[in-house]
Nanobody, 125 residues
Framework: VQLQASGGGLVQAGGSLRLSCAGS????????MGWFRQAPGKEREFVAA????????YYADSVKGRSTISRDNAKNTVYLQMNSLNPEDTAVYYC???????????????????WGQGTQVTVSS
Protein backbone atom coordinates (compact mmCIF):
# COMPACT_ATOMS: atom_id res chain seq x y z
CA VAL A 1 0.00 0.00 0.00
CA GLN A 2 1.08 3.57 -0.67
CA LEU A 3 -0.27 6.64 1.10
CA GLN A 4 -0.57 10.20 -0.19
CA ALA A 5 -1.42 12.95 2.29
CA SER A 6 -2.85 16.28 1.16
CA GLY A 7 -4.89 19.22 2.35
CA GLY A 8 -2.34 21.10 4.39
CA GLY A 9 -1.78 24.80 4.08
CA LEU A 10 -1.60 28.14 5.84
CA VAL A 11 -4.56 29.06 8.02
CA GLN A 12 -5.23 31.70 10.63
CA ALA A 13 -5.75 30.79 14.26
CA GLY A 14 -9.32 29.68 14.82
CA GLY A 15 -9.62 28.34 11.30
CA SER A 16 -10.17 24.82 10.00
CA LEU A 17 -8.53 22.39 7.64
CA ARG A 18 -9.39 18.95 6.36
CA LEU A 19 -6.50 16.66 5.62
CA SER A 20 -6.89 13.70 3.32
CA CYS A 21 -4.88 10.52 3.02
CA ALA A 22 -5.44 8.52 -0.15
CA GLY A 23 -4.32 4.93 -0.16
CA SER A 24 -3.71 2.43 -2.89
CA UNK A 25 -4.49 -1.26 -2.92
CA UNK A 26 -7.57 -3.42 -2.56
CA UNK A 27 -6.96 -4.16 1.13
CA UNK A 28 -6.88 -0.53 2.32
CA UNK A 29 -10.28 -0.96 3.94
CA UNK A 30 -8.85 -3.61 6.29
CA UNK A 31 -6.14 -1.39 7.77
CA UNK A 32 -6.17 0.55 10.97
CA MET A 33 -5.14 4.10 10.07
CA GLY A 34 -3.58 6.95 11.99
CA TRP A 35 -2.45 10.54 11.80
CA PHE A 36 0.73 11.82 13.41
CA ARG A 37 2.43 15.20 13.36
CA GLN A 38 5.90 16.57 13.82
CA ALA A 39 6.55 20.16 14.76
CA PRO A 40 9.96 21.78 14.18
CA GLY A 41 12.45 20.59 16.74
CA LYS A 42 10.04 18.10 18.25
CA GLU A 43 9.45 14.39 17.97
CA ARG A 44 6.62 13.01 15.92
CA GLU A 45 3.48 12.59 18.00
CA PHE A 46 0.18 10.78 17.71
CA VAL A 47 -2.86 12.81 16.65
CA ALA A 48 -5.70 10.41 15.86
CA ALA A 49 -6.47 6.87 14.75
CA UNK A 50 -9.41 5.01 13.28
CA UNK A 51 -10.28 1.34 13.06
CA UNK A 52 -10.68 -0.43 9.73
CA UNK A 53 -14.46 -0.13 9.91
CA UNK A 54 -14.49 3.42 11.20
CA UNK A 55 -16.35 2.24 14.26
CA UNK A 56 -13.60 3.15 16.70
CA UNK A 57 -11.64 6.38 16.87
CA TYR A 58 -8.90 7.61 19.17
CA TYR A 59 -7.51 11.09 19.73
CA ALA A 60 -4.61 12.73 21.45
CA ASP A 61 -5.70 14.98 24.29
CA SER A 62 -4.23 17.96 22.45
CA VAL A 63 -6.77 17.66 19.60
CA LYS A 64 -9.71 15.95 21.28
CA GLY A 65 -12.90 17.89 20.81
CA ARG A 66 -11.40 19.91 17.94
CA SER A 67 -10.66 17.17 15.43
CA THR A 68 -12.50 14.35 13.76
CA ILE A 69 -10.96 11.39 12.00
CA SER A 70 -13.08 9.54 9.47
CA ARG A 71 -12.69 7.26 6.51
CA ASP A 72 -14.38 6.38 3.25
CA ASN A 73 -13.27 2.88 2.35
CA ALA A 74 -14.98 3.06 -1.02
CA LYS A 75 -12.58 5.87 -1.87
CA ASN A 76 -9.59 4.41 0.00
CA THR A 77 -9.31 7.68 1.89
CA VAL A 78 -8.94 8.74 5.49
CA TYR A 79 -9.69 12.28 6.62
CA LEU A 80 -8.70 14.47 9.52
CA GLN A 81 -10.96 17.46 10.06
CA MET A 82 -9.29 19.99 12.35
CA ASN A 83 -11.14 22.96 13.80
CA SER A 84 -10.22 25.81 16.11
CA LEU A 85 -6.64 25.57 14.98
CA ASN A 86 -3.95 27.34 16.98
CA PRO A 87 -0.25 27.99 16.32
CA GLU A 88 0.67 24.93 18.41
CA ASP A 89 -0.94 22.80 15.70
CA THR A 90 1.72 23.89 13.22
CA ALA A 91 3.50 20.75 12.05
CA VAL A 92 3.99 18.32 9.22
CA TYR A 93 1.11 15.86 9.37
CA TYR A 94 1.63 12.25 8.38
CA CYS A 95 -0.86 9.50 7.76
CA UNK A 96 0.08 5.92 8.46
CA UNK A 97 -1.32 2.45 8.00
CA UNK A 98 -1.03 -0.67 10.10
CA UNK A 99 -1.10 -3.52 7.59
CA UNK A 100 -0.79 -6.24 10.23
CA UNK A 101 -4.59 -6.63 10.38
CA UNK A 102 -4.50 -6.47 14.16
CA UNK A 103 -7.26 -4.51 15.85
CA UNK A 104 -7.21 -2.17 18.80
CA UNK A 105 -5.95 1.23 19.74
CA UNK A 106 -2.97 2.38 17.70
CA UNK A 107 -1.28 5.44 19.15
CA UNK A 108 2.42 4.69 18.79
CA UNK A 109 4.66 5.07 15.77
CA UNK A 110 5.73 1.44 16.00
CA UNK A 111 2.12 0.35 15.50
CA UNK A 112 2.31 1.48 11.87
CA UNK A 113 4.44 0.13 9.05
CA UNK A 114 3.45 2.28 6.08
CA TRP A 115 3.77 6.07 6.10
CA GLY A 116 2.75 8.82 3.73
CA GLN A 117 5.01 11.70 2.78
CA GLY A 118 3.47 14.34 5.05
CA THR A 119 1.60 17.57 4.46
CA GLN A 120 2.53 20.90 6.06
CA VAL A 121 0.02 22.69 8.28
CA THR A 122 0.92 26.21 9.36
CA VAL A 123 -1.31 28.17 11.71
CA SER A 124 -0.64 31.88 12.01
CA SER A 125 -1.55 33.87 15.11
Amino acid sequence: VQLQASGGGLVQAGGSLRLSCAGSGRTFSRYEMGWFRQAPGKEREFVAAISWSGGSTYYADSVKGRSTISRDNAKNTVYLQMNSLNPEDTAVYYCAADTSLRVGKRDAEYDYDVWGQGTQVTVSS
